[in-house]
T-cell receptor, first 114, second 114 residues
Framework: DGGITQSPKYLFRKEGQNVTLSCEQN?????MYWYRQDPGQGLRLIYY???????QKGDIAEGYSVSREKKESFPLTVTSAQKNPTAFYLC?????????????FGPGTRLTVL | GENVEQHPSTLSVQEGDSAVIKCTYS??????FPWYKQELGKRPQLIID?????GEKKDQRIAVTLNKTAKHFSLHITETQPEDSAVYFC?????????????FGKGTLLTVNP
């Protein structure tokens, strides 16, 4: 379970505010991912990064932004342009060497827009 | 892009019975198929995975089968126990090279009744 941390665990935001979710890993993984989880919707990919200073949009990137300035960190900003931001956000990381693709997940951040 | 369908969305079994969850995928280039278990309020954790060069893999009470021709794979849990109650997600990935991202199914809520 260790190796990936997310903070905060719970986050409350007023409408119109941007908010940044933290994700840190010490697994020396090159790839990192952000997912959004809503009831009955599974895990939907927001953004992913396979190397420092590079990232790609996932399936639901609108209203979100990311940065990857360090290998260990992949923060996600939920902007005021995201229409329905209340959800459970999960960060994950994986190795890109060899054929191993297992993604390790952080504990998640539950974001609630008031 | 890849599309993963998962059925059923909910499954209720009696303790000791078997449970089967099925997934289909659309991209014939996918070659890595993991299954994750997520307990309420917790992070998803990998329970078993299979690669396209094998048809079946077992780990104690859990097994996964893959039919590449039909593009479907299944999770089998035998002798279910109450602690097996959770949401289970299947996923698919092309793996290797620059294709590390996973596409998830929408999940199956498994309830094991004592």
């Amino acid at each position: 379970d260790g190796g990936i941390t997310q903070s905060p665990k719970y986050l409350f935001r007023k409408e119109g505010q941007n908010v940044t979710l933290s994700c840190e890993q010490n697994l020396n993984h090159d790839a990192m991912y952000w997912y959004r989880q809503d009831p009955g919707q599974g895990l939907r990919l927001i953004y992913y990064s396979q190397i420092v200073n590079d990232f790609q949009k996932g399936d639901i990137a609108e209203g979100y932004s990311v940065s990857r300035e360090k290998k260990e960190s992949f923060p996600l900003t939920v902007t005021s342009a995201q229409k329905n931001p209340t959800a459970f956000y999960l960060c994950a990381s994986s190795s890109t060497s060899g054929r191993i693709n297992e993604q390790f997940f952080g504990p998640g951040t539950r974001l609630t827009v008031l | 892009g890849e599309n993963v369908e998962q059925h059923p969305s909910t499954l209720s079994v009696q303790e000791g019975d078997s449970a089967v969850i099925k997934c289909t995928y659309s991209d014939s280039a996918s070659n890595y198929f993991p299954w994750y278990k997520q307990e309420l309020g917790k992070r998803p954790q990998l329970i078993i995975d299979i690669r396209s060069n094998v048809g079946e893999k077992k780990d104690q009470r859990i097994a996964v089968t893959l039919n590449k021709t039909a593009k479907h794979f299944s999770l089998h849990i035998t002798e279910t126990q109450p602690e097996d109650s959770a949401v289970y997600f299947c996923a698919a990935s092309k793996g290797g090279g620059s294709n590390y991202k996973l596409t998830f199914g929408k999940g199956t809520l498994l309830t094991v009744n004592p």
